[in-house]
């Protein structure tokens, strides 16, 4: 690995051809389970207690021995290449998982709120390889497109609450100049309570030096068209109420303790 690891993580390297990067803590813990499994991924797979939804496959959750729960992502790709590649990428640059643990941790360093990288796992093979993330699981949570859309959506004031966390979040997000490959409403997530928003899928994030309103609203365009196309599919529109909260955060009132607002976009 090229750059610095983050603070707190540690690397070790398998033979043939894999290499673990996790948090010193569970290092030995993860490099047992690629041992036993072949993968981490393939270990979650048939050792943990369940699955959750996700975009491109399934996602194991696994117990660890330390009594904590993770979700395990294997990468796949996506779009026309995925029938032929599935699951292999070129060995060029920063794999996804490495991308992912190192921009997660930059992110969380100033103030975003996304599911800490335990384990970022690459197996290498030739020119290919592949890859496996292990977060830790936000319980009780539920992506945007599902709460906000058919028949598991969530009450009023809550869908209200969970738009303006969301809108919060962003902004933390944009603050820090980052760039988001495909922002939409599965890739932010909402725990109910304590309520709090979390963004996902930062394997293709990029780092920036500083903010720029015109990427935040290419963004925001962005995440727009794909609501908008969840709310074709759904026959049904998100409300005017939570696109309102999402447009703005909270801010100190002038009068006692009630929020104030201040819209940003």
Partial sequence: MANPLPHGYGEQRLEPGVHIVARLDVLPLVAEAVREAGTLYDFALHQGP??????????PLLETSTGERW????????????????????????????AELAVQAV????????PQVNAAVVY???????????????ADATDLAMLSLGSRRWSDAER???????????????????RHADLNLRNIIVRRQPIE???????RCTQA?????????????????????LERLAGEEVGQRELAAMRCEAGASQRGNSPGIRCWG
């Fill in 209 to 229: 030096g500083r903010s720029r309103s015109g990427a935040h609203r290419a963004m925001l365009s962005r995440f727009h068209r794909s609501r908008r196309k």
């Fill in 71 to 98: 979700a395990v992502r294997h990468c796949w790709r996506g779009g026309a290449v995925a029938r032929v590649l599935r699951d292999r990428y070129l060995r060029f640059g920063t794999s996804r998982p490495l």
């Fill in 197 to 203: 928003a979390y963004l996902l899928d930062l394997d």
């Fill in 124 to 138: 290498e093979s030739g020119l290919w390889y592949r890859g496996d993330v292990a977060t830790s699981f936000i």
């Fill in 107 to 114: 992110l969380s360093a100033r103030g975003v709120a996304t």
């Fill in 50 to 59: 369940g699955q959750v939804e996700g975009g491109r496959g399934p996602v």
């Fill in 160 to 178: 209200e609450r969970a738009w303006f966390a969301a809108g919060t979040m962003l902004r933390a997000f944009f603050l820090t100049g980052a």
